[in-house]
């Protein structure tokens, strides 16, 4: 048994003989070829032929590869079991991934078992940029060659793969014509394209591609081996040869853009293919590539977003930001900005291979798990802001108003008045303008993040509501004392007046006492709009602290009137006392023998009443 190659190489069995796919072993086979470093820079390359017609043998000679090559001097038998892959060491650049496949027609399987050769076939198709046909020259020309089976199995598992799309790549079906002879290889390439054609023409096809070609789904291409053993040395030169076209600088060169997935989802992909490929089912493989891109986008985004969390500069941010009576971190949204975008600069890096739906699908999820992580650091530093300009503005604005309280002494309504007159609207739009201007220049300098919900549209929002609040509270208990000073000087001028009337009851006490009420809320109400001037009152407050003020004079008069009520009965007697015991003139009677003492004492029962 001759191997060639002399130096170690990564090489595995991918799917042993019993069709079961070999994961740990490949994964172990990726990372010895550093595949995931090359990104999409790699080629695969497989080869299909009839079993013992050389393809091990063609394979290390045009690679440098190591499989097991069959031995002569034993005879005719299966020496490649299940698919083996393998790098080219002779092909170091581009990387070269070499797939060894079992031999069709082998007796090892039976004459009836295809289905591991249609498996693998299948495999092929959809794993290889470039596919080894390896035919015998004496074969060409001849209805029973040996290998029209395994080319009509090629032809059939391929239309299961593809459709002859137009941006689509074709999938590069070298045929590798061993054994030449002395007839020119054009002359065996025209009989091949007969043959072929014929072949294709023959295999049943789904309706839609009936008219199809084969050159619609394949780059067909050709290539002549010499003897191996009666002209080896012939053979080495055309392996050199043979070997130049799969670098992208040979002539005739098998090389193509590849459109594949990058190496780091190589061995996802290849799997998956072979799981569906096993079960049955039908491989389609735009669905694939969009499943690989969703499991390995979703890992990338996952990476990334663990490695941003675990950055040191990003913890040492949330501490700075989180800690009990922080401030705000100068500089915090260029800080973050920045771990962001190399977050989702280095998922893009990873990523830019796949599907591109996918891969921006992911792309916005990742955005929405980085707004997540720093929203808390962004809700606390946004309070603090909040917190710090608020609390600036709620003493600007008390020494404006003590400012201008100062000032409107000299407006004062009178001793006993409401107060001096105060610009409160003028002195509060002042402190809010300021305020919130310095609220935007602050978070623009420090939190704005633009392209995030953090761009200060919604925090400026929220503090002009609280700073709102805040001053409507203020102008609300500035009114209030105003409005209880004027019910003081309602009070004051009410009481007097209204006890004495109701000592002296005089003819039409009840409309004098409304008057008193009446003149003395109209009185304070007038100065109280004018203490209230600098408020911007409504018509609506303002008919409102009118009526509070007459609410309150009314008050007054009923509590004085319920209060003479209950002490009627002694001032009825005070009262009779007061006329039947005193003369006009208020001093005490002296009576006399004609004094008509029963006229008397109904003069004073009816004063008394």
Same mark, same amino acid.
């Given at each position: ?21 070999? $994961? ?20 695969? +390359? ?85 596919l080894l046909v390896n035919i015998w020259c004496h074969d ?61 023409? $023959? ?72 799981e569906v490929i096993r079960t049955q089912k039908d491989l ?44 705000? +971190? ?27 739906? +996918? ?47 100062? =000032? ?25 303008a300021a305020a919130v201007t310095a609220f935007k220049k ?21 503090? =002009? ?49 409304? $008057? ?24 609506? =407050? ?68």
């Amino acid at each position: 048994m001759a191997t060639a190659g002399a130096q170690p190489h990564p090489k595995m069995q991918l799917v042993n003989g019993d069709a079961e796919f070999c $994961s740990d072993e490949l994964a172990k086979f990726v990372a010895d070829a550093k595949l995931a470093e090359k990104k999409t820079d790699y080629q695969v +390359v497989a080869i299909m032929g009839p079993q013992s017609s050389g393809k091990s043998t063609l394979l290390n000679h045009v690679f440098g590869t190591n499989f097991v090559m069959m031995d002569a001097m034993t005879g005719r038998s299966q020496t490649t079991k299940g698919i083996w892959l393998s790098t080219a060491p002779k092909l170091p650049e581009p990387l070269t991934l070499v797939m060894d496949l079992e031999g069709s027609d082998g007796r090892e399987r039976g004459e009836d078992d295809t289905n591991f050769e249609r498996q693998a076939a299948l495999f092929a198709l959809a794993v290889a940029d470039i596919l080894l046909v390896n035919i015998w020259c004496h074969d060409i020309g001849r209805e029973q060659g040996s290998g029209k089976p395994l080319l009509k199995t090629i032809f059939q598992v391929n239309l299961k793969l593809f459709a002859p799309e137009p941006n689509r790549k074709r999938t590069v079906l070298l045929f590798v014509i061993r054994d030449k002879t002395r007839t020119p290889l054009e002359k065996l390439v025209e009989t091949m394209e007969g043959d072929l054609g014929r072949m294709w023409d $023959s295999i049943s096809k789904p309706p839609q591609y009936t008219d199809s070609k084969l050159h619609d789904f394949f780059d067909v291409q050709y290539a002549g081996l010499s003897h191996f053993e009666e002209k080896y040395d012939d053979f080495l030169v055309d392996t050199v040869t043979l070997r130049r076209r799969f670098t992208p600088e040979g002539d005739n060169s098998l090389w193509r853009a590849n459109d594949h997935l990058p190496g780091a989802a190589f061995s996802l992909s290849v799997a998956k293919i072979w799981e569906v490929i096993r079960t049955q089912k039908d491989l389609n493989l735009p669905a694939h590539k969009v499943m690989v891109a969703n499991i390995r986008c979703a890992e990338i985004a996952a990476d990334q977003l663990r490695a941003f969390s675990q950055d040191q500069a990003w913890q040492a941010i949330e501490a700075a930001a989180s800690a009990e009576g922080a401030g705000v +971190v100068r500089g915090l949204n260029e800080r973050v900005s920045g771990l962001m975008d190399s977050c989702i600069a280095g998922y893009e890096a990873d990523a830019m291979y796949f599907d591109a739906k +996918v891969r921006g699908e992911k792309l916005g999820e990742l955005r929405a798990k980085l707004r997540d992580v720093v929203a808390p650091v962004m809700a606390a530093q946004t309070g603090a802001l909040h917190a710090a300009q608020l609390g600036a503005a709620q003493k600007e604005l008390s020494l404006a108003l003590m400012a201008a309280a100062g =000032e409107g002494k000299g407006m004062d309504s009178g001793k006993g008045g409401p107060g001096p007159v105060i610009p409160f609207s003028s002195a509060a739009a002042g402190v809010r303008a300021a305020a919130v201007t310095a609220f935007k220049k602050a978070f623009n300098e420090d939190l704005r993040m633009e392209g995030t919900e953090w761009d200060g549209r919604e925090e400026t929002a929220a503090f =002009e509501a609280a700073l709102d609040a805040h001053i409507a509270g203020v102008r609300t208990d500035k009114m209030g004392d105003a409005l209880a000073r004027a019910e003081r000087q309602v009070s004051a001028a009410t009481s007097g007046p209204i006890i004495g009337l109701l000592d002296a009851c005089p003819p039409g006490v009840w409309s004098k006492l409304h $008057s008193v009420a009446r003149e003395a809320a109209a009185t304070a109400e007038k100065g109280l709009l004018q203490t209230l001037s600098g408020f911007s009152l409504s018509e609506g =407050e303002k008919k409102e602290l009118g009526g509070k003020l007459r609410a309150s004079a009314n008050k007054r008069l009923e509590g004085h009137v319920q209060e003479a009520a209950l002490t009627r009965i002694s001032r009825m007697k005070d009262r009779f006392t007061e006329v039947f015991t005193l003369d006009a003139s208020k001093t005490p009677r002296l009576w006399r023998a004609h004094d008509n003492i029963p006229a008397l004492a109904r003069d004073a029962r009816l004063a008394a009443a």
